[in-house]
Structure formats: structure tokens, C-alpha cells
């Protein structure tokens, strides 16, 4: 019977829902549940093995020892199993008789894993919040309705520049916003986050316990609950000196544009595909588009295929070898206006030092250029009448001072000469040095008239016309040389010239031809024109005695300069047509050689 | 009088202005004793004179009076050729001109050092003819 009693004693224990087991006095596993069997993994109670409880909590330090006291106790343990940690909690209570003798221990086990698991879940999440507000500098700040109270965490008040110890209140706290602005911003925000349930996130403006200002971002969000506003939780944040950086970043930028957009030069920069990811207002304008249809253009987008492509060239040459282009003279054809420009390239670096693209500038020169040229223009005009004012001059003083001595020279021996016969021929002398400077003084002022009256117009003129009636008015000199005359010019030949001088020209180069003929043959001339790329080219050639050019090239058109021993050479001619043609725009050349002949050939000037 | 007439074997007046020509001959007529005095009107006719006188052993000019600007071969010219005749005995060349330019004074002076006859320049107008225009240094003295 009380064996009978004992089955059923264990077969109870056996079946009871919460993990159950006693032990003797020993610490001997006698009889557990099986809920408790199955936590630790164990077989069913076999009576020949007998199972500590010892080897199975063996972290658990001085079991026995605790178990022999007779007390209850708790204690939390791991059991690892299959690459499993379970986190258990056994309660010991002592196991008595009906005689309340302790017999051994009662145990019961909770797998208490997941509360575990939980717990520590929430230490890490508190942990992570921590090391944000730590690392974000971000605090929070929790306002309860029902209870009016407004916890502020340890970083919202080191924001503030407050102790710990300090508790605001909701209006300390709003009044640490800055008067105005600030202020008033913060208190509607909060206002109408109680009443219309609105979140808000601002910059604003706040006063530190220690008279600080400071820009800070402040978030809040109401917690609702069965449509009420419990409860509004949010951040702060000390964002001064970003802010302040912010703003110092704006000044530059803003700057950086003022001063770019200023600047009388076409600024752009390039990335390194040569696009365009910055243009000024120059450079704008210049191409006659707005800032957005240019930026990530190329110059093959907006110019001739050549031409970007130069451009391009240079940019990589820039990009490349790092090298700037500095001061570069270039022209650019846009919309059919061309513009000089004085072009600059930089390469662009990033802040790693690593080229990133390029810096363009141009200066616009066109009327700089203009005026440079019109500046060499006039330059060349002045220095060549300058050039030929300095040898008129020595043209006068010599020809002018050599009559004049020959005066003086000739009045100092009249002065001292007794002999009426000797007088009479001094005074012949006199009258002859007269005659001379009057002459000279009349060819002076011939070509000073030609040097001077440039208003004198050119007229369309038939040069064949002209030239027979030349040769016309000639015909006596001509007939008497023996000269025979071959005009090829064409009938419709015309020239734009001044009347008198084409004459002039005419009259002078032929009977330059008959008066220094060859002894040996009858004079012969020939008379061409031609259109040529200089204008009308007329050449008047002969077979006459030719002139050394290498030796008196530069004097034959000097004034006064004879070359042959002829009476009737007074050097004249020559520097006269030169004047004249000079003076009309054209121009003079000789070919000659010595006993052959001579070729004058004259360019006109078409150009009225 | 005793103005030292001078004997000169032989003058060169070189020169295409007839009245300076007259001029230079009056003024010599006082001073100078000359039985050979020799008109050209330009360079190239005294050159070729003088280069014969030398081919033909021929007294060469004892003094030459020379223009500078004529046709053909001017005064400038006349004096490389001349140089270049290697002649031996002294002449004296007065060049005369109514050229105030400076360059040709500067000519002149470049001439003057590597010339080696006695050179003179004479601005015009001449109203006597000097002593040292014919050689003599201290013969008035």
C-alpha cells in the first residue's frame, strides 16, 4: 500500500505543468516532472543512474552548500545544449516530512530566455540612445499635458548651459527662446502642436543661462491618444556652428558670385569633359543665352566644329599638363561678329588637390585691337611722312642754302671788284643763281602742293585716252628722237587717278625713255596695263641705257639725282611722279639694266 | 700786298654748280700760282682724269676742291674710288658744300680717319681761300 502511494505520489509529480524535481538530501535528482526533464534534456528517472543536481547547474557555486542550510533560495543559470544558451531561473525550497524533517530539496525551473533576451534588447537600444545623444549631441525634451511637467534630458541641458538639478517649466523653457522672433516662433509652433496636432522641426535663436546665443534645431511631436493630445516629445540640437559656417558659406558664395558676375571677362569653368558647369553674367551675354541652357554644354554645342575643337584641345592640354594658358590672343566668329579676346585657362583643382576641370576667362580686346590697329595705321601714315618731311627738308636746306652762298659768295666779290668787266660778269652770275632758285623754289612748291593737297580727287580715267593725248602733245620731241611707240593697253582701261598727275606720270616716264636712249639704236617704248592684285598696273619699258641698279637703286627716285651726263637732267622728274603717285595711294617700281633698258612699272590705287 | 702767293702744280675743281666753279677760281687767283686747273662736273669725270694722270705718270693734283652732291658719282663716292687709286703723293681734298646735315659732317669725320690726304670740310658760302686749303701750315706766319 505504501508503495502503492509512492507510484502515485511520483506519477503525479510526473504530470505537474510547472518543471518540477526533487532532490535528497545528496543533491541526487530522485523524481522530476517531465517538463522538467525535457528542459535539461535528461531520459526518464532511471534508478540505477543516478544524476547530480550538481552536474547540472555546474556554474553555480556552493550549491551544496546552500542546499544543506535548508532554506529556499533563487538563482538564475545558463544550460547550453545543441549550440544553445537558455537562460533558466530554479527556485530551491526544502523538502520536508510530516514530521518537518528536511528529507531534500524541491526545484522548480523557469526558462526565463526570452525575458532575458528581452532585457538585454532593451539595455542595447538604451545604449545605442545614449551613444547618439552623446555622439549627435542631440538632446530631447518631453512635455505631459495632464501633469503640465517638462523633463528636459542631461545633453537638452547642457544646451541650455543649466545644472542638472535643473526642472523648467514650460514657460522657462520658451523663454529661453530669444525675445522676438525666436520667441514668438517657438511659442506658436507648441501651441499648435497641442491644438491642431501639427510636428514641427525649426532653426531658432536661443539665450543660454550664461547670456549665450546660440542657434539651435528644435523638434516636437505630439503623442495622441483617442484623439487628444497627451504628450509632446522632441529634440534639440545645438546647430551654432554649422550655422554660423552656413552663413559664413552663403557670404562667400555670394560674394564669389557678386564679384565673378562683376568682372568685365567671360568667366566659365569646365568640368574635366570640357562642360560648362559654371558661367557668369559675361559670358552670358556674350553668347546671348541664360545660365541654364549653358551649363552642361561643351563647346561644340555653341560654337564651329574647328573651332571647339581648338578648344577643346586646349583644355585637355590644361587638364593634362597642368600647364595655364595665360593671355592667349584669340578670335571668335559668333552670329557673324567677330570678337578679339585675350583668353585665359586654369586648371581647377578639388579640394583633394585633384584636377577637377578648368578655369576660363576672356577679356574682350575687340576695341582695343581696333584702336591698336588704327594706332599702326596711323603710325606707319606719320613715320613715312615724317620719313619724307625729314628729306624734304635736306632737300631745301641743301638747295635753298646752295643758292643762297652762291648769292653771298658772288656779293662778296661785286663788293671788292673794281673792273666794270668783272662786275658786269659777276652780275650775270647774280642773275643766273636768281634764275636757279627760282626754279627750284617752283619745283619745291610742286611737290609740296602734291604732298599737301591730298583733297585733290581721283577721277575714273581712260587710260588709253589719256596716254595718246600724251604722246600727242609729244609728238615733235617723239618724232625728232626717231621714237617708235607700241600702246597695248586696252580701249576700256581705267584708272581712278587725279588728271593732272596721270599726265604727270605719263609725260615723265616717256620722255625719261627718249632722253636717256642708246646711242646705238632708235628708242623704242612699250606701253601695258594690266589689272593685278596691287590695282592697275601700268608699265611703260625701252631699250634705252639702263641704270645700275645696284649701285644708284635707292637714289633714282631721289630729288636732284641724275644718273647720265645730259644737260638736260635735272633730276626732277622721278621724285615728282613718286609724289604724286604716292600721294594718291599707289605705288613705283624700276627694273632695269645697264644698256638694255628700263621698266618703270605704277601701280594706281583703285580705291577712291 | 703780301699775301704769299702759292706755286701749285696742279688744282682739281670738282664740282657741277658753274657759279661755285666761278667762285673758286676768282678766290685762287689771288692766292695760288697755278698753271693747271682742271673743271669736272662730277666724280666720275675727275676719277677717270686722275686715273689716267696715274696710269700716264702725270703730276696727280696737288690740291682737289670737291662737291659732294652731283649727278652720276657724287663727292662720297669720288673719295672710296680715290682712295682706292693708292696714290702716293700729298694731296689736299677741301670738300665743299651747302649741306648743314649733320650726317654729312659725321661722313666726313669717318672719312677723315681712314683718308691719307689731308680732308677738309668747308661749309658754303667760301669767300677766300685759305692757306691750309692748299697745303701750307705756317707759310702766312
Not at chain 1, 534588447?121 to 540612445?129: A, C, D, G, V
Not at chain 1, 499648435?192 to 534645431?217: C, F, P
Not at chain 1, 605704277?602 to 580705291?607: D, P
Request: charged share 25%; hydrophobic share 35%.
Amino acid at each position: 500500500m505504501k508503495a502503492v502511494e509512492r507510484v502515485d505520489q511520483f506519477y503525479l509529480l510526473k504530470q505537474l505543468p510547472k518543471a518540477t524535481a526533487l532532490l535528497c538530501k545528496e543533491g541526487v535528482l530522485l523524481d522530476a516532472s517531465c517538463s522538467w526533464l525535457e528542459i535539461f534534456g535528461l531520459p526518464p528517472i532511471n534508478k540505477k543512474q543516478k544524476t547530480q543536481i550538481f552536474s547540472l547547474l555546474t556554474e553555480v557555486e556552493n550549491l551544496s552548500e546552500k542546499l544543506q542550510e535548508g532554506k529556499s533560495f533563487n538563482l538564475q543559470h545558463k544550460l547550453t545544449r545543441n549550440n544553445e544558451t537558455r537562460h533558466l531561473k530554479s527556485y530551491f525550497a526544502p523538502w520536508f516530512d510530516e514530521k518537518e524533517n528536511v528529507i531534500g530539496t524541491i526545484v522548480q525551473t523557469d526558462d526565463i530566455t526570452s525575458e532575458i533576451e528581452k532585457e538585454e534588447e532593451l539595455n542595447w537600444l538604451k545604449n545605442i540612445l545614449e551613444t547618439k545623444v552623446a555622439v549627435s549631441k542631440t538632446g530631447w525634451w518631453e512635455y505631459e499635458i495632464d501633469t503640465e511637467k517638462l523633463t528636459w534630458c542631461k545633453e537638452t541641458k547642457r544646451i541650455h548651459q543649466v545644472p542638472d538639478c535643473y526642472e523648467p517649466t514650460a514657460i522657462e523653457a520658451i523663454e529661453f527662446f530669444k525675445p522676438g522672433y525666436s520667441q514668438n516662433k517657438v511659442s506658436m509652433l507648441f501651441h499648435k502642436a497641442m491644438a491642431n496636432h501639427q510636428s514641427y522641426d525649426i532653426k531658432l535663436t536661443i539665450v543660454t543661462l550664461n547670456g549665450e546665443e546660440r542657434w539651435v534645431r528644435i523638434t516636437g511631436k505630439p503623442f495622441i491618444k483617442d484623439g487628444r493630445v497627451v504628450k509632446i516629445f522632441g529634440t534639440i540640437k545645438d546647430i551654432h556652428n554649422q550655422e554660423l559656417a552656413e552663413q559664413r558659406v552663403k557670404e562667400h558664395q555670394q560674394l564669389l558670385t557678386t564679384l565673378v558676375d562683376s568682372l568685365p571677362l567671360n568667366v566659365y569653368v569646365k568640368d574635366l569633359e570640357s562642360r560648362k558647369i559654371l558661367v557668369n553674367k559675361g559670358e552670358c551675354t556674350y553668347l546671348r543665352k541664360r545660365p541654364e541652357e549653358l551649363i552642361g554644354k561643351t563647346d561644340f554645342d555653341l560654337y564651329d566644329r574647328e573651332v571647339a575643337q581648338i578648344s577643346r584641345e586646349e583644355d585637355i592640354q590644361v587638364m593634362k599638363h597642368l600647364t595655364p594658358i595665360i593671355g592667349k590672343e584669340a578670335v571668335s566668329n559668333l552670329n557673324g561678329k567677330t570678337t578679339h579676346f585675350l583668353t585665359s585657362k586654369i586648371p581647377y583643382f578639388d579640394l583633394q588637390g585633384k584636377v577637377c576641370g578648368l578655369i576660363g576667362m576672356s577679356l574682350d580686346i575687340s576695341s582695343m585691337k581696333k584702336k591698336q590697329e588704327e594706332l599702326c595705321g596711323l603710325i606707319k601714315i606719320t613715320s613715312m611722312q615724317n620719313q619724307k618731311l625729314i628729306s624734304f627738308a635736306h632737300i631745301v636746306s641743301h638747295n635753298l642754302r646752295s643758292h643762297s652762298a652762291n648769292f653771298s659768295m658772288l656779293l662778296g666779290f661785286l663788293n671788292s671788284e673794281k673792273d666794270p668787266q668783272e662786275r658786269k660778269r659777276i652780275i650775270d652770275m647774280l642773275t643766273q643763281a636768281s634764275d636757279n632758285l627760282l626754279e627750284t623754289l617752283g619745283n619745291l612748291n610742286q611737290v609740296v602742293d602734291v604732298n599737301t593737297k591730298t583733297s585733290e580727287t581721283k577721277k575714273s580715267l581712260n587710260l588709253r585716252k589719256n596716254i595718246t593725248g600724251v604722246l600727242h602733245n609729244l609728238s615733235a620731241f617723239l618724232e625728232n628722237n626717231h621714237t617708235q611707240i607700241i600702246n597695248n593697253v586696252g580701249e576700256n582701261m581705267e584708272v581712278k587717278c587725279v588728271p593732272a598727275y596721270l599726265d604727270s606720270i605719263i609725260l615723265n616716264l616717256v620722255s625719261n625713255a627718249v632722253k636717256y636712249k642708246s646711242p646705238d639704236r632708235p628708242p623704242l617704248i612699250t606701253i601695258n596695263a594690266m589689272k593685278s592684285k596691287k590695282g592697275i598696273l601700268l608699265s611703260i619699258s625701252d631699250n634705252g641705257l639702263g641704270i645700275d641698279l645696284d649701285k644708284y637703286g635707292d637714289k633714282i627716285f631721289g630729288m636732284y639725282k641724275t644718273f647720265h651726263n645730259r644737260e638736260d637732267a635735272k633730276g626732277f622728274g622721278l621724285y615728282l611722279i613718286k609724289n604724286q603717285i604716292e600721294a594718291m595711294g599707289g605705288s613705283i617700281t624700276v627694273q632695269s639694266e645697264v644698256d638694255k633698258g628700263t621698266t618703270f612699272n605704277v601701280y594706281f590705287n583703285e580705291e577712291s | 700786298m703780301c699775301i704769299l702767293m702759292k706755286k701749285v702744280s696742279c688744282i682739281f675743281i670738282v664740282d657741277d654748280d658753274p657759279i661755285t666753279v666761278f667762285g673758286i677760281k676768282k678766290m685762287l687767283k689771288s692766292v695760288a700760282d697755278c698753271e693747271d686747273i682742271q673743271i669736272f662736273q662730277n666724280g666720275k669725270e675727275a676719277y677717270d682724269a686722275l686715273a689716267e694722270r696715274q696710269n700716264l705718270g702725270k703730276p696727280i693734283p696737288e690740291v682737289i676742291f670737291l662737291d659732294i652732291n652731283m649727278p652720276i658719282m657724287d663727292g662720297w663716292d669720288f673719295l672710296d674710288e680715290m682712295i682706292n687709286l693708292n696714290i702716293n703723293e700729298h694731296v689736299v681734298i677741301n670738300m665743299i658744300t651747302s649741306s648743314i646735315d649733320p650726317l654729312d659732317y659725321k661722313k666726313w669725320s669717318g672719312f677723315k680717319d681712314r683718308c691719307p690726304y689731308v680732308l677738309n670740310f668747308k661749309n658754303k658760302p667760301i669767300f677766300k681761300i685759305e692757306p691750309n686749303d692748299l697745303g701750307c701750315i705756317t707759310a702766312a706766319s
